[in-house]
């Protein structure tokens, strides 16, 4: 869904630009609660899991393919707040780096795939969360139906957006119900993969997951044949696995999905190109301001083999998200720290 120079008009991207710009200083600021010493490497490497798994689009309908858009993954992993900086900084490094998604639609392009993705699916994820049983399962099942509402309303936006800026004169009925209808299927796709992630984490280290704070789990012992609560452990159960072997694994897992695995996904056009392409909306699309750059189109210039090429740009998509999310992430955290901490006043 990387809108791209030339599909919304000027003042509507400035508009939008205007509306993103001030949404990330809110996320900047409710950052800093949201993060800590435990959970500000872990956002980082959220950032490039991410880029490293939008590498990977999957076949939906004939002749067309989706990918992950990655906001409910975030704001459960790691907050709301967080959460849209973590994929904004994925849309920053893919436009700069990759001419992917317009950089005058990157306000477009934030308020669309970040914004929209995250508080739509934080606002299911939440209410689903009162009214599901309060275990770790539910979880899972609240992010599976909080992704997979994400991507269509994120369409709808885009809708919206093209309601207000198109620059084609093309009929907004067809563009919605295209648009709705390709973007559910790559829905559940998105669920699959949200749902998976954020279990697999949960597995191993549920006190960095946002979403299942404050949720618990009792072992259920069977007396007299029914089912009671265990008594509460007076100690803290030991973490299965290291906040520093979770982050290796995952920055391992997301060069091997960039660099090798995203050679073997679909080539057909996304859900956005696809509906642009049989609509007409890309009919005054402009060449992208970063066209030229030796890592555009997701290849490393220079590089005749195409599997080398495409791997080398995901291994070095990954480490510049990782390196920059991570930078904005820690600063956040130290400013927090900076904050909370004592203020000697001199009596």
């Not at 999905?257 to 007409?280: I, M, Q, R, T």
């Not at 009919?283 to 220079?302: F, I, Q, R």
């Not at 920059?324 to 004592?342: I, K, M, T, Y």
Request: charged content about 15%.
């Amino acid at each position: 869904m990387h809108v791209p120079d030339g599909f919304i008009d000027a003042p509507t991207s400035a508009v939008t630009g205007v509306v993103a710009a001030g949404a990330l200083a809110v996320s900047l600021r409710g950052a800093r609660r949201e993060l800590d010493e435990k959970t500000a490497p872990l956002a980082g490497l959220v950032a490039a899991f991410i880029f490293a798994v939008q590498m990977l689009n999957f076949p939906v309908a004939a002749g067309t393919s989706g990918h992950l858009l990655g906001g409910a993954l975030a704001a459960i992993l790691v907050g709301p707040y967080t959460g849209v900086l973590c994929v904004s900084v994925v849309l920053l490094m893919q436009g700069v780096l990759f001419a992917d998604g317009g950089l005058t639609a990157l306000g477009v392009n934030i308020t669309d795939m970040a914004i929209t993705t995250t508080v739509v699916s934080y606002a299911v994820f939440r209410a689903l969360l009162a009214v599901l049983p309060r275990q770790r399962r539910s979880v899972t099942v609240a992010s599976f139906v909080a992704a997979l509402v994400s991507v269509p309303a994120a369409a709808v936006v885009f809708t919206l957006l093209y309601a207000v800026g198109g620059t084609t004169d093309v009929s907004l009925g067809k563009v919605a119900t295209a648009m709705v209808d390709v973007h559910v299927l790559i829905g559940v796709g998105e669920a699959v993969i949200t749902a998976l992630t954020v279990s697999a984490v949960i597995a191993v280290r549920p006190d960095l997951v946002h979403g299942a704070r404050g949720l618990h789990q009792r072992l259920k012992l069977r007396v007299d044949g029914a089912l009671v609560d265990a008594p509460a452990p007076t100690a803290p159960v030991a973490a299965r696995t290291s906040r520093r072997a979770l982050w290796a694994t995952g920055l391992v897992t997301s060069l091997v999905l960039a660099g090798f695995v995203s050679f073997y996904a679909s080539a057909d056009p996304d859900g956005l190109e696809k509906v642009a392409h049989d609509k007409g909306i890309d009919k005054k699309e402009e060449k992208h301001a970063s066209a030229d750059s030796p890592l555009a189109g997701y290849g490393v210039t220079n590089v005749s083999d195409a599997r080398l090429s495409g791997g080398l740009a995901g291994v070095i998509g990954v480490g510049v998200t990782v390196v920059a999310g991570s930078a904005v992430f820690w600063a956040l955290r130290r400013r927090r720290a900076e904050d909370v901490s004592p203020v000697d006043t001199g009596l």
